[in-house]
């Protein structure tokens, strides 16, 4: 009798703990893994996984109304861009959150590492058997079969009832790279090889392909220097895409010999990146680099350069957002020219580094992206060919997504310009005029296949056919990887002429580019992008239209009509 009696409490908690033990919910999950990756297997149990861990903000919306309220004109708060420790408080965990992840890393014997200021990322460094515990997955070893290389990721994982709800995501996981290597925006590189450039009309300076000639002529860029000491012009690099110092020395004689050759830019590594001047190019570094240098003439230039520490592309956008959110005055403006489609990443992925895009922009920093080089897009997979394909991190409502233009007199869509509408994001309302109007007008056209109410992207566009680079021979690119940044350039000259007035920099763009700018672009309105999907060959994806359309954005940016529209 006693016996029972004693027992019955015991084996009543033995039961209480094992539930909760087991309480494990789904967190993410996908089918199979993408086309192009096979499975080779359980990942050995003893090798290592560092985890990025996101935890939940106490306030999700807090960084996203600040956002907004210091990026809208018509506000009292307009360019009253928040400080680090401000955004920090807005964009950190609760205390409960910090808690129950504390004595879950207690429990479970681990060492955190913080890697976000407002420590809301960590990352601990665990073997594969303990991760397949903690998170009830299975990591696995997959080959990628185009390079050979291979990753670990699983097809899906769960939190433990500790977590839930204090844990956003756990990268890398569910979201495989897009291939192993990374995309960049940019399309064609031929060696001499510039287009059929004659009689094209436009400014001479244009005759002999883009050149930082061609752009200020274009664009009315003004060649004088910028002179204030505090403005800075960020440009993201990932592991490859080398810029070399000398190759932007020689560019600078040849192309603006009005300006010393000297003129520098600084490396700053990410992840154990190094900007090592003995590897081959591959152009991306360099033309990101000497259309910034050599078009924001004056403006501090930093190269952030992403590591093969980072594994894989998306713990490189994580590390290097985090990176710039610790830094006092990170960047003023912040040009990357990488995309990937959007369904290769999870939402909740997607949507955390959406959020630090939003912190960042809350800071002041204008964070531009190449809307990608693929046109509408190709949705890949059975019975989806007929589905255009949204790209990331255009698809974020909170960044300005640069399409492409061609030619100059005038300008035309560029056929390869990334634009179409999210899956993931509503329209936001900056643009509902704009996108409404589109598609009042055009939307008949490839009904069926976009979503007509998810976030209408790119917003703006520029130049993206032709551009001369010097690696140290004369190539030819072109992509958006150009067009973004030269708004780049534009930006940061504008914001050299608002710091020197005393004024604020300009920062998240699209409530003013959409709201009081219409004015300052030159709106493009001929051409079309195209699509090209394995069993549907090129087609016509979408077209330029008078305003807002998803080929060109808003249209190319006029620096002297932003002058004048900006009281300068
Ligand atoms: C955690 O860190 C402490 C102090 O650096 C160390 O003694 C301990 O072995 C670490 N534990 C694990 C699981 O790595
Ligand atoms: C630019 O800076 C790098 C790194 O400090 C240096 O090696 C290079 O010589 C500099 N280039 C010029 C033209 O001064
Ligand atoms: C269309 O976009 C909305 C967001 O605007 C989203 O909620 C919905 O799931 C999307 N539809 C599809 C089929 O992806
Ligand atoms: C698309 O634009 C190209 C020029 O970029 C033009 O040759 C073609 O006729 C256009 N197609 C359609 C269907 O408008």
Redesign the pocket.
Known sequence: MLSVKTLLPFIYLGLVYATDFNAFTLHEKVAIAPNGFVSLGSAQPEQTITLRIALAQADKDAIVDALYSVSDPSGSKYGQHLSKEDVEALAAPSQATKDAVGSWLRDNGLNATTISPAGDWIAISVPINKANSLFDADFSTFAHQDSGKQIIRTLSYALPKSLQGHVDLVHPTVTFPESADLTSTQSSKTKRGFHNLVGRGGPSSCAKGTTPACLQDLYNIPKKAATYKGNSLGVTGFFGNNAHYSYLEKFLKTYRPDMSSKTNFTSVGIDKGSNDQDAPSVSEGELDIQYTVGVATGVPVTYYFIGYDSHDNLDGYIDEANYLLGLKNPPLVLTTSYARTESSISFKLTDKLCHLYAQLGARGTTILFGSGDNGPGCASGKGKSQMFEPNFPSNCPYVTSVGGT?GSGPE????GSSGGFSNYYARPSYQNSAVTRYLAQHGKTNTGRYNASGRGFPDIAAKADDFAILEPDLFVVSGTSAASPTVASIVALLNDMLLSKGKKPLGFLNPWLYGNAAGAFTDVS???S?IHCTDNDAA?GF?AEVGWDPVTGLGSLRFDKLVSLLGL
């Open positions: 061609s035309q869509a560029w056929d001929t051409g079309n195209t016509r077209s």
